[in-house]
């Protein structure tokens, strides 16, 4: 579709989509869209040379590990939250608003917030952006069908768009593809920031991946441009910002300040702070990590550190400081369960009371049915709206400390969990969900990250298996894994024809990227920017672009 302006071309409609295409992309949304795009989209590049600039000093030794933060010195905190953030002790996480049942499901849920997730938890299909952006858009305005019509009922959406690293392949600016955030951030905008504002809901954010406060400084740009354009209140747009890569861990304090008068907090998760750690310095021994399940978990003190840095930094400066999210999911249907309900509930209150019991004003779970039992849990823990009174001490917490590595080998089970976790989220891309279901836990792009990442770093590195004597990890050796698994898979749950040919090729798209020369920086990226995934989703959903 070209818009009479020439500035935009954008994809048309997927099947059965038509209405919601033209309801989403209207005159003035796209006319929003080339404006924005046209005045960040030179900044977005400098940001991502950056990226490619700090990578290089890494692979040249030329960094070594330091906190550097000018604002630490100075006397500031964020602007006061509003009413409705004060309290952010549970948001459901990973929530693609394309799955329209789920997503009207968060939105009758008794908690605070709902990560309304582009990112992680959102395979990036034309048919999901533009159900996604359409659903997020009609509950705004209280016309889903099925969802609440106050809008000032349902948990307050904690928007999250694409990181810097995504392409929206679909729409062209200027002769350009657009920057995936920008995308998302633009058409989400011009269509609720203002229906947002004037209720008190908004508009809220996380802002994923960031490495360094000029990432940060942008987006503050792009809020502070976007309030004068839309009209609405200086400081109305807030957002959260993950704290999930190694180099940002350096640099918390100034990425808080870049952004004081629009930031909520900071956010800390587990797998995607750890894969950061082998994309920045896994080709070097001393920064190979061991099994994640039997070595890696936040008691560790490089994680331990970590969060209890972000707590501290966070609170002094009168932000919120979250965690990451409990994957453990509730049996569904027929499911054997190996523990009981009641098991897996106890275990999740346990690893989140550790989290609390640190300083943390809240954090995420993905499974509905737990919501009254950790609502409890934090009924029990505290009874304030959040602990910004708990300022953690860091007196000894070295640059160093984050980079001490837990020692340790692999296990067989490890291996083989890696390699299930990484084939499966790319078969599940490959049918357009962004998340799965294993062994009792919702897998996403995190999960995905980490595991390809480890099975990347073994490889190269000739990990020693630790259970099976005189034997490392060879490329081979995760061949024939992962033939096993994928014969496994053939007799029980993969047997249509179309379901094989997925997995197929899915099993070589992850030996693409576990047998790199050089680490490929995010499985997001390079599957999103396949021919695999592109063709075959423009054909299902009869669009132009069939590539």
């Not at 609720?192 to 809901?201: E, H, L, V």
């Not at 523990?339 to 999740?348: C, G, R, T, W, Y």
């Not at 989140?352 to 039992?373: C, H, P, Q, T, W």
Request: aromatic letters at 10%; hydrophobic letters at 40%; charged letters at 20%.
């Amino acid at each position: 579709m070209v818009t009479e302006n020439r500035q935009v071309l954008i994809e048309t409609a997927p099947h059965r989509l038509e209405a919601a295409y033209k309801d989403i992309f209207t005159e003035g949304a796209l006319e929003f869209l080339a404006q924005l795009v046209t005045e960040f989209d030179p900044e977005v590049e400098r940001v991502l040379q950056n990226r490619i600039q700090r990578r290089l000093q890494l692979e040249q030794d030329s960094w070594t590990p330091e906190f550097r933060n000018d604002s630490a010195a100075l006397d500031w905190t964020i602007d006061e939250l509003p009413e409705r953030l004060r309290n952010r002790k549970l948001d459901l996480g990973d929530v693609s608003p394309a799955n329209t049942v789920h997503f009207i499901d968060c939105l009758y849920a008794n908690v605070q917030g709902i990560q309304v997730d582009f990112d992680d938890g959102h395979c990036p299909t034309w048919r999901n952006t533009v159900q996604g952006i359409y659903n997020v858009t009609k509950a705004v305005h209280g016309t889903l069908p099925g969802a609440p019509a106050d809008v000032q009922s349902f948990p307050i959406l904690m928007l999250r768009p694409r990181a810097f690293n995504m392409i929206e392949h679909h729409c062209i600016v200027n002769g350009k593809e657009v920057i995936g955030p920008l995308f998302d951030f633009a058409i989400l905008m011009y269509h609720n920031a203002r229906t947002m504002a004037s209720f008190g809901i908004g508009p809220y954010f996380y802002l994923s991946k960031i490495e360094d406060p000029t990432e940060t400084q942008l987006w503050n740009k792009i809020f502070t441009w976007t309030e004068h354009q839309l009209g609405i209140p200086k400081g109305a747009i807030k957002a959260c910002v993950l704290i999930e890569n190694i180099l940002s861990a350096f640099r918390m304090e100034d990425i808080l300040h870049s952004i004081k008068e629009h930031a909520i907090g900071l956010n800390c998760g587990i797998w995607d702070y750890c894969a950061s750690i082998i994309a920045k310095f896994g080709m070097r021994k001393e920064f190979l990590l061991p099994d994640r399940n039997k070595y890696v978990n936040m008691g560790q003190p490089f994680l331990r550190n970590y969060m209890r840095m972000l707590i501290n930094i966070c609170h002094k400066r009168g932000a919120l400081a979250t965690g990451g999210m409990a994957a453990k999911v509730l049996p569904f249907g027929k499911e054997k369960p190996v523990q009981s309900d009641e098991e897996i509930i106890a275990n999740v209150k346990l690893a989140k009371s550790v989290e609390i019991d640190a300083g943390v004003d809240g954090f995420m779970i993905y499974d509905l049915r737990m919501v009254e039992a950790i609502n409890e849990l934090w009924d029990q823990k505290s009874h304030s709206n959040n602990q910004l009174i708990v300022l953690p001490n860091i007196s000894q917490v070295t640059a160093g400390s984050l980079l001490q590595i837990p020692k340790g080998g692999v296990t067989i089970a490890g291996l083989n969990n890696n390699i299930t976790v990484a084939l499966l989220f790319i078969y599940h891309w490959l049918t357009g969900s962004g998340v799965f279901f294993l062994n009792g836990a919702v897998e996403d792009s995190a999960t995905a990250e980490i595991s390809r990442s480890q099975l990347w770093q073994w490889i190269r590195m000739g990990a020693l298996i630790e259970d099976k004597e005189s034997t490392i990890v060879t490329r081979q050796l995760v061949y024939k894994m992962l033939d096993q698994i994928i014969s496994a898979a053939y007799r029980s749950w993969c047997i249509t024809p179309a379901d094989r040919k997925r997995l197929l090729s899915s099993k070589f798209m992850l030996l693409d990227i576990i047998s790199s020369r050089n680490y490929i920086q995010f499985i997001t990226t390079y599957l999103n920017d396949s021919h695999k995934f592109r063709t075959l989703h423009n054909k299902n959903d009869g669009l132009m672009a069939k590539l």
